[in-house]
Structure formats: C-alpha cells, structure tokens
C-alpha cells in the first residue's frame, strides 16, 4: 500500500475518532509541557557540560582547561598573566578562545564601540555582503590570542603617525591595501591599514560553555578601542584557555604550571574535563538530585499516559483491523497505518506545545538554542515512545488470525 | 481452482484440544457456486475462515491456483488472499463509523487504485446494487438488506475471482435473502467462484453443489 494511502486512510481514522484524539492531543500537549519543564530544569543544570561536550566533541579528552582567578586584563591591570601565559605558549601547545568585546567599567561613551562608520563604507557595502564587522579588541589580547597577519607574524597594533592602526580580513586585501588610511566619518578619527590577515582564522562568540559560535575573520577589521574614551576603565578577558596534552604527562605539567605561575606570583589550574565536570556536578548535587528525581517520575508518568491512551485507541478497533485484513490489508500496510498515525498524533500536539512554550519560555528570555536543544530532546523521547506503541500494537494485531479480530477475540 | 487435501484444524486451549477439521478433502473448479451445510459446530465456517486464509490450519494441502498454499509464509498468505479472495459475513462486518463510500473503498485503497478510478468503479458497483445514494450514510443508518449489498458490493469491487460467504443471508429476512441468493447467483454466472456457507436448505439449492459437514467431516457431496 502506497504511503499516500496509509495517511489518507490514517486521517480519515483519526477524523472518524476525532474525540479520541482530541483526547489524546491534550494528554500528549500537556505530558510533552510538563517533561519539557523538568528537562529544561535537568538540561539547565547540565547546559556548560553539554555545551563543552558539543564544542570539542573526543578532543576534550586530551585538553585541559587552565583555569585562574581570571585571565583578564583591564585599564592599568599587572601584566603577570600576560607574561605567564606568553611563557606556557612557548613551552606547551595551548588553544585560546575569547570574547569579541572589551567592557567598560561605569560611565562609557557608547560611540566608542558603536558601529564605526567608514568613509569608504559604500565601496566596502558595495563588494562585501554587507558592512564590514569591526572588532575592536584589547592588544595584549590579540598578542596572547595569536592572531596572525598573512605572513605569519602575530599581529600588534598601536599608533603610527596619529592614526589608529588596523588589520584587515582577506577580503579586504584589495581593497584596503596595506598603508590605506580611511577615517570615521562623525568621530574623524583616522586609522591605517597595517595588516592583512591570514586566511581561515576565526574568532569565539560567547564562550565554549555558553553557546559559543566560532566565526570566520575573513570579512573582519580589528581595530584597538581608544583608550581615553574608557574615563573607569576596562575589562578584557578570555573565559576559555586550554592546553593540549597527553593524559600521561598531565601530572607533570601541572606542576610545571604551578612552578611558572609561582614566578609570576599568579594563580594557574589545570583541570581537566572530568574534573571540571565532578566539580561542576558536586556544586549543584541537591539540584542535580532532585532534578534527576523529578525528571525520571515525570517521564514515566507521561509515557504510561502517552502509551495507555494510544494503546486504548488502537485496542478498540479490533473488529475493524480484522475488517480491513480480509479486505486486502497486509501486515505492512497495518504497519505504516500505526505509524503514520502514531506520528500524525505527535505532531499535533508537539506543534500545539512547541507554540505554547515559544510563546511562554522565549518570551521570558530562555535562550533560543537551549529552548531548541530541550524541545528536540523530549520529542526525540516521545517520538521513541511513539515507535515502540506502533511496535506493540502491531504485534497485538499480528499475533491474531483475521478472523480472531473480526470477533474482538483474543 | 481449489484442492484441499487432508485438511485439518486443532483449536487449542489451555486445558483443551478440540479438532474442528479432521482430514478434509474437497475440490472447488473456477466458476463453481458451492454450498456448505452442516449443524451448528460442525466445523463449515472453519472450513470456510481456512480456506479464506483467515484462520491457520494444522496439517494438509491447500492448493489454490497451482499455488501451494501450505508451503507459503504468513506474509505471503496475506497477499494472496490480497488477490484472490473476497468475503461476505453473516453480519456484514462493515465499519460502523465509516461512511458506505469509505467501507466499499477499503479494498482498492489496498490494491493502490487511483483516487479517480476508486470514485468511478465505487459508482459503478453500487449503481449495480441499488445504493449510490446511500454512499455518505453510515452502515447504523441504513437497514439490514441494504448493509448486505453495501458488503457484496465490497467483495465484488476488487474483481477477485474467489468469493466466500458466511451464512450471507443469515440476518436478514426471507425476502431479502431470496433478493442476496439471486443475486450471488448472477455474480457467479458472471463467471466468480462462490464458497457459500449456510444451513437454509432452501439458499443451498441455489448452488451447484452443496458440501455437507458433520463433526469436522465431509459427510456428502450432492
């Protein structure tokens, strides 16, 4: 039997056990909120660890988060972390990712980072597919981070005859060759071409433990903020500093670290992921638990609902499946039919439940990938659930003769 | 044509064994309208559900169309009552909230007939019978003799060239079995094999031969 039919035959079904369903579209709309609720709650508590886990995927089994007290610089800050992390870069393989923003501390003249407008906005506009990103980022940070001009060399930018110097994306090799000078149109401030970066480097958003996005740079302008616009200074600061290392050495290098932090007289950790993770855990135990508690009642509560109800709909219909079978139905196509309208009966009220909490939960500032994240799991589960009800109600069927089921007898 | 050879049928219990057919053998030829009679028990709608393929059998030859019918799989079974067999039941076996329309399609949905030429052969088979008015109405909507020729019209719509009914005038009143029995009998003039299980003696004349079961036996052929 075609799929076309399955699913008209699996509408008209539902259509002539519309009270049923209707039933039912409310029982699964109201299981689907409240296990989306109680997995938020457990995914929540979970989201750094699941977030480290999507960002770096088996590779986090050989890197190690170097924790400290914080690795920022801010206006006038001690440049110890400075120098020690320049010091371990030498000695070890480290991976840095890091915010895009430097932010002030109290009062801000906001132009500062606002959108910079260039003279030669329209000609930029005009070959690239928009306006160019402007990334205005701490020096000591561009120099530890290791951004890297096309001749390999890390990229450090300063002042050259009053103007602010700048590197440029690939995109702009071109365009913006070395030695262009261009100015903001409302500030008049000038600034240089110095660099052209190497091809391929890309940047952290947000941070691996909050939704981080790595971006190309190709298309980016980095230029350093002007400091004296910062009247209470600032804080620049990478989240996210790592070091790649062999699971056999790690005792080694973390004394190692130890003894170089030490000479700077700074704090350095390194910790790696399971440690990160046991810490993470041990901190939110009671919330863990009782979350764990809620989650697991909570699921089991809406799968026997979910599948008694499904069962009970199907189950009345034995003289009908018998009906069908001695008019030419099949097993397969009893199959598809179940599917089908197993699936029809979850997509219903997943797209009923999915409204209501778009509407309730993003509404109230949930982030969006984690709204995603969580709604995709629970309909994954439901979904499981949905195959295995098909899978039992068709071996019920099954293991009945036509004519058994034309009498209702089992 | 159909041959069955030695067929049997054990229903078991827990506590229980009971030999509904006991080593039946009966030829059926393309074209022939067969009645089978017997008390209540005696084991002819067994006879009929197996021979439909809607009720296994414990040992025996079926063979239907050259077609060994015992060798073949649970599955394969399925598609050859598919293609082979239609049904009438004593009480009608129509699906109370389907419309008539939807009852009869059920067997070309099956066969993955176009959405047109459904409507058209639905159009067709029921103006035959007398009831393409009633189409949009449901089978607890209209009267027994009219739900029986909403089933035939069910069983004739997949041109199947077997037809097996059981007891098909059983729930309805003399005259409308008199009005089903003619009208069998015209189908299978028409050129279909009729199975026809019943204990009026007076339907029985209709067919060409009339099979009588007594305790899972075949008692008589006249």
């Not at chain 1, 890309?202 to 433990?209: L, N, P, R, S």
């Amino acid at each position: 039997m075609k799929f076309k039919n399955c699913l008209s035959f699996s509408i008209s079904h539902l259509h002539n056990k519309r009270k049923l369903f209707f039933v039912n579209s409310l029982i699964m709309v109201v299981s689907i909120i409240m296990v989306f609720r109680v997995f938020f709650i457990y995914i929540a508590c979970n989201f750094e660890i699941i977030q480290a886990h999507d960002f770096f995927g088996s590779a986090r089994n050989h890197l190690y988060k170097l924790e400290s007290i914080f690795l920022v610089w801010d206006f006038g800050y001690s440049e110890d972390y400075h120098d020690c992390i320049m010091e371990l870069r030498e000695k070890y393989d480290i991976v840095l990712y890091n915010n895009t923003n430097i932010y002030p501390l109290g009062d801000f003249k906001q132009d500062i980072i606002d959108y910079t407008r260039l003279n030669s906005e329209d000609d930029i506009a005009r070959q690239s597919n928009g306006f160019p990103q402007m990334l205005f980022a701490d020096s000591k940070l561009l120099e530890v981070i290791g951004v890297k001009d096309k001749n390999g060399n890390i990229i450090k930018l300063g002042m050259q005859d009053n103007k602010s110097e700048v590197a440029v994306g690939s995109f702009y090799e071109e365009l913006m060759p070395i030695g262009t000078v261009f100015s903001d149109r409302f500030t008049k401030k000038e600034y240089i071409v110095s660099y052209i970066l190497a091809d391929n480097q890309e940047w952290m958003y947000g941070t691996v433990y909050n939704s981080g996005v790595l971006k190309s740079m190709d298309e980016w302008i980095i230029a350093l903020p002007d400091m004296s616009k910062f009247e209470d200074g600032f804080v620049s600061y990478m989240n996210d500093v790592y070091l790649i290392a062999d699971k056999n050495e790690v005792d080694y290098i973390k004394a190692d670290i130890e003894k170089i932090a030490d000479k700077y007289g700074v704090f350095l950790l390194l910790e790696s992921f399971d440690e990160y993770e046991k810490s993470y855990k041990d901190l939110h135990h009671d919330m863990y638990y009782f979350s764990n508690v809620l989650m697991i009642l909570l699921c089991i509560s809406a799968m026997i609902a979910v599948i008694t109800i499904s069962l009970v709909s199907w189950l009345k219909d034995y003289h009908d499946i018998g009906v069908l079978c001695t008019n030419g139905f099949l097993d397969t196509d009893f199959f598809k039919i179940i599917l089908t309208e197993n699936f029809i009966k979850l997509i219903f009220p997943g797209t009923i439940s999915f409204a209501i909490l778009w509407v309730g939960d993003i509404g109230r500032g949930l982030p969006v990938k984690l709204f995603h994240f969580t709604f995709f799991i629970v309909i994954l589960l439901f979904l499981i659930c949905t195959v295995i009800v098909s899978c039992i109600i068709y071996h019920e069927f099954k293991r009945n003769n036509p004519v058994n089921l034309i009498k209702g007898e089992r | 044509m159909i041959e069955i050879n030695n067929l049997t049928k054990i229903y078991k219990g827990v506590s229980y064994e009971f030999t509904a057919l006991k080593e039946v053998s009966l030829t059926i030829k393309e074209g022939e309208f067969v009645a089978v009679m017997g008390e209540s028990g005696s084991g002819k709608s067994t006879l009929l559900n197996c021979i439909g393929l809607i009720d296994s059998f414990d040992g025996g030859e079926y063979i239907m169309d050259d077609v060994k019918v015992h060798e073949l799989s649970n599955g394969r079974q399925n598609v050859l009552r598919k293609e082979k067999i239609s049904f009438v039941f004593q009480n009608f076996e129509l699906m109370r909230n389907y419309t008539l329309y939807e009852n009869i399609e059920i067997p070309l949905l099956a066969k993955n007939v176009k959405k047109n030429n459904r409507k058209k052969l639905i159009h067709e088979v029921t103006k035959k019978f007398g009831i393409e008015e009633l189409l949009k109405k449901y089978p607890y909507q209209i009267s027994g003799g009219q739900q029986q020729r909403v089933a035939i019209a069910r069983a004739l719509i997949s041109d199947n060239p077997y037809i097996l009914a059981d007891e098909p005038t059983g729930a309805l009143d003399s005259q409308n079995s008199m009005e089903l029995i003619k009208e069998l009998k015209r189908i299978n003039e028409e050129g279909k094999t009729i199975i026809m299980v019943t204990h009026d003696p007076k339907i029985a004349e209709y067919a060409d031969r009339i099979v009588i079961i007594e305790d899972g036996k075949i008692h008589s052929h006249t």
